[in-house]
């Protein structure tokens, strides 16, 4: 830890608008003024921007609002002025064809936005599974001081008696009704108990995952991750954070002092320890990309190799975010990777403190639900990136939401060329699968699709699940949700709309998978590979205009997080020409 505070009082970016008497500084105030804002309100403290993805749109994300009144209350306090301002709210559960497409869309709103006003510092409001990525993306490219708070989580949802996990048991549920082991009437009433309250997913989605990377990061004030979003330590722990960003601003204390190779190397472990979502892949190699961080999937495969998973939560466990957070939350699990050696406790966190120094005193609740190390939920949890002739670039898996069984298998190919595809033949009894087989299926990553939707979790065939089996091997370039489960290999690289091997995968033809070696491999003879892809043209159609069309253009692979490669990197925040 290295940060050395910048000197206060001094010049801030916000006073190139307002401080001072020219025609521009007026014209910048007096409009402002129009809010009824007291003209010492720009005497040169922090103006602090409040980024906010409120949604009605985004459930997720509705109760924002009220939080980010917390926070301003919070930057009053602390001496400055906050200014709340709207981005665009990539909602995970609405957004068709998938909330991933807008990722990039969001993180460019926010990156601009926060360059083109007199903002010195912001607060990022997030909660569904993309807006956290999205916001800390285009925050890191513009490089002013930030720090994150999330909405929360929903409260545990029940239904007859036994804990239901939003989108886990929606998985679990729907598989269910083609195993005829549950009616429909029982689905539609077992509906509202996976979403009783404000908050996002209650289980170790990928919004709680990402909300647990951005404390990992040190972008998050410690145990900000785990408060449910109904909880009243959620507003208090927003209006501690409106405090906090406005001496963050006096000490210059910036994404870029705060996101390090050790940064980004804590949450990889950090995510293995919670069981975290696949999803985390893609969004931590994109925020890396923003500051310059050299992070790739090697980089997840040496770290999280050997991380146990010790947090009990669905889908890879049995418990939900509230009693996660009743156990003491992230800092928990922090402190054990600390202890273990696992942890850089000197990297800096938003509060100005190391890691280490906010999780010292931390202590394990429920050892049920935070396992202690030796007594892990998963001795090897983590994501296993496997590399072989059918993914050259990497693909993943996440080994605590899979069955042991298959982790080493040869099976025959079932080949779906996409999602229509899949969905126009998985329910045919004549389909020739059995549960030794292989489910691949096509052209639904990020181009493909188009924007890597969450389908690579392919439900079963209805005959399969008759016979009681509960999982197969399904391969893709697709996404799934962190709620889901299963032995899935996702974000396959380079993708089927890109020309990758996988475009290639015939129905009949055997492949292999071996998680423990790190190998997914094809078995055809590379002069037959050669053959099939000299011949392959690509079925995906170029958009006609459009952001749709700026994606499929512009987006990078799911190996280097599919961002836009005109996005990578920090630009910065140098004050753009006046208006008038």
């Given at each position: 830890?290295?940060?050395?505070?910048?000197?206060?009082?001094?010049?801030?970016r916000?006073?190139?608008?307002?401080?001072?008497?020219?025609?521009?500084?007026?014209?910048?105030?007096?409009?402002?003024?129009?809010?009824?804002?007291?003209?010492?309100?720009?005497?040169?403290?922090?103006?602090?921007?409040?980024?906010?993805?409120?949604?009605?749109?985004?459930?997720?994300?509705a109760?924002?609002?009220?939080?980010?009144?917390?926070?301003?209350?919070?930057?009053y306090?602390?001496?400055?002025?906050?200014?709340?301002?709207?981005?665009?709210?990539?909602?995970?559960s609405?957004?068709?064809?998938?909330?991933?497409?807008?990722?990039?869309?969001?993180?460019?709103?926010?990156?601009?936005?926060?360059?083109?006003?007199?903002?010195?510092?912001?607060?990022?409001?997030?909660?569904?599974?993309?807006?956290?990525?999205?916001?800390?993306?285009?925050?890191?490219?513009a490089?002013?001081?930030a720090?994150?708070?999330?909405?929360?989580?929903?409260?545990?949802?029940?239904?007859?008696?036994?804990?239901?996990?939003?989108?886990?048991?929606?998985?679990?549920?729907s598989?269910?009704?083609?195993?005829?082991?549950?009616?429909?009437?029982?689905?539609?009433?077992?509906?509202?108990?996976?979403?009783?309250?404000?908050?996002?997913?209650?289980?170790?989605?990928?919004?709680?995952?990402m909300?647990?990377?951005?404390e990992?990061l040190?972008?998050?004030?410690?145990?900000?991750?785990?408060?449910?979003?109904?909880?009243?330590?959620?507003?208090?722990?927003?209006?501690?954070?409106?405090?906090r960003?406005?001496?963050?601003?006096?000490?210059?204390?910036?994404?870029?002092?705060?996101?390090?190779?050790?940064?980004?190397?804590?949450?990889?472990?950090t995510?293995?320890?919670?069981g975290?979502?696949?999803n985390?892949?893609?969004?931590?190699?994109?925020?890396?990309?923003?500051?310059?961080?050299?992070?790739?999937?090697?980089?997840?495969?040496r770290?999280?190799?050997?991380?146990?998973?010790?947090?009990?939560?669905?889908?890879?466990?049995e418990?939900?975010?509230?009693?996660f957070?009743?156990?003491?939350?992230?800092?928990?699990?922090?402190?054990?990777?600390?202890?273990?050696g696992?942890?850089?406790g000197?990297?800096?966190?938003?509060s100005?403190?190391?890691?280490?120094?906010?999780?010292?005193?931390?202590?394990?609740?429920?050892?049920?639900?935070?396992?202690?190390?030796?007594?892990?939920?998963?001795?090897?949890?983590?994501?296993?990136v496997?590399?072989?002739?059918?993914?050259?670039?990497?693909?993943?898996?996440?080994?605590s939401?899979?069955?042991?069984a298959l982790?080493?298998?040869?099976?025959?190919?079932?080949?779906?060329?996409?999602?229509d595809?899949?969905?126009?033949?998985?329910?045919?009894e004549?389909?020739?699968?059995?549960?030794?087989?292989?489910?691949?299926m096509?052209n639904?990553?990020?181009?493909?699709?188009?924007g890597?939707?969450?389908?690579g979790?392919?439900?079963?065939?209805?005959?399969?699940?008759?016979?009681?089996?509960?999982?197969?091997?399904?391969i893709?370039?697709?996404?799934?949700?962190?709620?889901?489960?299963?032995?899935v290999?996702?974000?396959?690289?380079?993708?089927?709309?890109a020309?990758?091997?996988?475009?290639?995968?015939?129905?009949?033809?055997?492949?292999?998978?071996?998680?423990e070696?790190?190998?997914?491999?094809?078995?055809?003879?590379?002069?037959?590979i050669d053959?099939?892809?000299?011949?392959?043209?690509?079925p995906?159609?170029t958009?006609?205009?459009?952001?749709?069309?700026?994606?499929?253009?512009?987006?990078l692979?799911?190996?280097?997080?599919?961002?836009?490669?005109?996005l990578?990197?920090?630009?910065?925040?140098?004050?753009p020409?006046?208006?008038?």
């Amino acid at each position: 830890m290295t940060f050395k505070p910048a000197a206060w009082p001094r010049r801030l970016r916000s006073q190139e608008w307002y401080g001072g008497d020219s025609r521009d500084n007026i014209y910048h105030r007096s409009w402002m003024k129009n809010q009824g804002l007291p003209a010492d309100l720009f005497d040169g403290r922090p103006v602090i921007g409040i980024c906010n993805t409120w949604s009605e749109l985004t459930p997720c994300n509705a109760h924002l609002r009220d939080l980010a009144q917390r926070v301003k209350n919070g930057i009053y306090e602390a001496g400055g002025l906050p200014v709340e301002f709207p981005v665009f709210s990539p909602g995970e559960s609405s957004l068709r064809p998938t909330a991933m497409m807008y990722r990039n869309l969001c993180a460019m709103d926010v990156e601009e936005a926060l360059r083109a006003n007199p903002v010195d510092g912001v607060v990022l409001m997030v909660g569904c599974d993309k807006s956290t990525p999205a916001l800390l993306m285009g925050a890191a490219s513009a490089d002013i001081p930030a720090i994150v708070v999330t909405g929360g989580p929903m409260l545990n949802g029940w239904f007859r008696g036994e804990r239901v996990g939003s989108g886990t048991a929606l998985w679990q549920m729907s598989e269910a009704i083609k195993a005829g082991e549950m009616t429909r009437d029982d689905f539609l009433e077992a509906e509202i108990a996976m979403s009783r309250s404000p908050g996002s997913c209650n289980t170790m989605g990928t919004a709680s995952s990402m909300a647990s990377m951005a404390e990992a990061l040190g972008m998050a004030l410690s145990g900000n991750a785990a408060i449910p979003a109904v909880d009243a330590r959620r507003r208090v722990m927003s209006q501690l954070t409106g405090r906090r960003i406005v001496q963050m601003v006096k000490d210059d204390l910036k994404p870029s002092d705060i996101l390090t190779k050790e940064a980004f190397e804590n949450a990889i472990r950090t995510n293995g320890a919670i069981g975290g979502s696949t999803n985390a892949v893609v969004h931590l190699l994109a925020i890396a990309g923003r500051v310059g961080i050299d992070l790739t999937l090697a980089d997840w495969d040496r770290l999280g190799r050997d991380i146990p998973t010790i947090v009990n939560l669905m889908p890879s466990g049995e418990y939900l975010m509230e009693e996660f957070f009743y156990a003491g939350g992230l800092p928990v699990v922090l402190k054990a990777l600390l202890e273990s050696g696992n942890l850089h406790g000197d990297a800096l966190t938003v509060s100005g403190r190391s890691m280490a120094e906010e999780v010292k005193d931390v202590t394990n609740w429920n050892e049920d639900v935070i396992r202690p190390l030796d007594r892990p939920l998963t001795e090897h949890g983590g994501i296993a990136v496997l590399r072989g002739n059918l993914a050259p670039l990497g693909a993943v898996l996440k080994p605590s939401a899979a069955s042991p069984a298959l982790m080493k298998h040869r099976g025959r190919a079932v080949v779906f060329e996409d999602i229509d595809d899949y969905k126009a033949k998985i329910n045919d009894e004549s389909l020739d699968i059995d549960e030794t087989c292989i489910m691949v299926m096509k052209n639904c990553g990020p181009r493909g699709y188009p924007g890597m939707a969450e389908v690579g979790n392919m439900g079963l065939p209805p005959k399969v699940l008759r016979k009681g089996i509960k999982d197969m091997i399904r391969i893709s370039d697709a996404r799934m949700s962190g709620t889901a489960y299963g032995t899935v290999v996702l974000h396959v690289a380079p993708e089927a709309a890109a020309g990758g091997p996988l475009a290639i995968v015939q129905n009949g033809d055997m492949i292999e998978i071996d998680v423990e070696g790190r190998r997914l491999h094809l078995d055809v003879p590379q002069e037959e590979i050669d053959a099939r892809l000299a011949a392959w043209a690509s079925p995906i159609r170029t958009p006609k205009g459009g952001y749709a069309q700026l994606f499929h253009d512009h987006v990078l692979g799911a190996d280097r997080g599919a961002d836009f490669d005109f996005l990578v990197g920090c630009r910065g925040h140098e004050v753009p020409r006046d208006s008038h």
